[in-house]
């Protein structure tokens, strides 16, 4: 019976662990251009996390959501209070700027709410193949060394733009392609300087964080976490927030160095070290 208890105890310690270890990759590569869902698919099936799932997935990028308030905690309050003041008169170029980049952030989450509403079925089954994940990893990688050749243009954010943005977060979905690579990769290509375009990525993942949160509320509450789980989702949580912010930093330094092509490299090995376990060594 001893030896039973321990072993169950042993068990829940190392669940404990691998949610603080994918809590630390979702934080990390949630911002970072590497694909947080790509590498939360790999290291879950690395490190044998069965309970990972949707749901967990979603608890992760609730850590993250903290990180990114966290942050830019005054240019989120300036976006709140932007509405009011506009409405009211109180008009000068900051609120003006900050009203319409809260229409520019509802405009570029339309593309992830058709996609979650329309084919959320169809994009859960992606998250169960490392096989799809690697190859997204490649058009990661290729994407970030193709950056580096981007010039560097001042053109304004505006309406059709955000759209486009959006657009690039929507597809974003597919683990291995990066949200934040590939929404800031579509706004140089169009003339939005590089720490804007970051800013305006990281500002409009709020809407998509919560609204992938709100649609898995249906799955949450149809199998609600066990009092172990539940301590695991925490856990996970608390750790991306944590690396999160730390991401934050790192990203918006290495965008004002124009060194995304690191990223790219990064993701290239890992998709070819992945693909070649895949293919010669996976039974």
């Excluded at 506009?86 to 008009?91: C, D, E, L």
């Excluded at 058709?114 to 959320?120: A, E, N, T």
């Excluded at 709020?206 to 009092?227: K, R, S």
């Excluded at 999160?244 to 290239?268: H, T």
Aim: hydrophobic share 55%; with cysteine; glycine share 8%.
């Amino acid at each position: 019976m001893e030896l039973k208890i321990l072993f169950v105890e042993s068990g829940q310690t190392l669940e404990f662990i691998k949610a603080i270890i994918l809590g630390a990759i979702q934080g990390l590569t949630e911002f970072l251009p590497v694909s947080s869902s790509g590498h939360l698919v790999i290291g879950s099936e690395l490190l044998n996390f069965q309970e990972q799932g949707v749901v967990f997935d979603v608890c992760l990028h609730l850590g993250t959501l903290i990180s990114v308030v966290i942050v830019f905690r005054t240019e989120i309050l300036a976006m709140i209070k932007a509405p009011f003041q506009y409405f009211s008169g109180n008009v000068d170029d900051d609120v003006r700027r900050f009203f319409f980049w809260d229409i520019y952030v509802i405009l570029a989450t339309l593309p992830a709410v058709v996609v979650g509403l329309f084919f959320k079925d169809y994009v859960d089954s992606f998250f169960g193949s490392t096989l799809i994940a690697y190859c997204m990893l490649i058009v990661t990688g290729t994407i970030m060394i193709i950056a580096q050749y981007v010039p560097e243009r001042r053109e304004s954010l505006n309406w059709w733009k955000s759209i486009i943005v959006g657009c690039a977060q929507a597809l974003a979905i597919m683990p291995g392609l990066s949200r934040s690579g590939s929404t800031i990769f579509a706004g140089m290509l169009l003339g939005i300087p590089r720490e804007t375009i970051a800013r305006f990525s990281f500002i409009m993942s709020i809407p998509a964080i919560v609204g992938a949160a709100v649609l898995q509320m249906g799955d949450f509450f149809q199998n609600p976490p066990t009092a172990d789980t539940a301590i695991n989702l925490i856990a996970g949580i608390a750790m991306s927030a944590v690396a999160g912010y730390l991401a934050i930093k790192l990203l918006l330094d290495v965008i004002r160095k124009n060194r995304l092509q690191w990223f790219g490299y990064y993701c290239l090995i890992l998709a070819s070290c992945g693909l070649t376990h895949h293919f010669f060594f996976s039974s």
